[in-house]
């Protein structure tokens, strides 16, 4: 797993850095690395009860995953949409996840929302999933 992140994640930084530009890469694909938290703290002795270590897990497995999602609306977001070749606005990564706190919490807003096929069609995936 280790791996196939650093392989996505790694080269964009280095072309980002020999552009001399900010890109918009996969580098969130590195919040999966937060799945392992668990494993390293039992192997510190810091949770020792099976339920410790299942609630670690759960928790640790929820917040890679919302990171990722919320990694994927950005990318998808900020690169345009392809059907009308425009690109509306240009969200933060800290506006795609306060964006998705607001929609797992189904309170809704309305001042944050996606705006191009591709973001939607995610959302639309991501909802399903979560269901």
């Avoid at 949409?81 to 969200?91: R, S």
Wanted: charged share 10%.
């Amino acid at each position: 797993m280790y791996s196939f992140v650093d392989y996505f994640t790694i080269p964009p930084s280095f072309v980002s850095i020999y552009l001399d530009r900010t890109w918009i890469g996969l580098r969130f694909l590195r919040a999966l690395r937060l799945m392992t938290v668990p494993d390293i703290l039992q192997y510190l002795n810091v949770l020792k009860t099976s339920s410790s270590i299942r609630l670690a897990q759960l928790v640790s497995i929820f917040i890679s995953v919302w990171l990722t999602a919320a990694g994927i609306i950005h990318l998808l977001e900020n690169s345009g949409d392809p059907l009308t070749f425009e690109n509306p606005n240009q969200m933060s990564y800290w506006t795609c996840v306060y964006f998705l706190i607001v929609t797992m919490s189904t309170v809704g807003y309305g001042d944050v929302y996606c705006r191009t096929s591709l973001g939607r069609t995610f959302l639309v995936f991501f909802l399903l999933v979560g269901l």
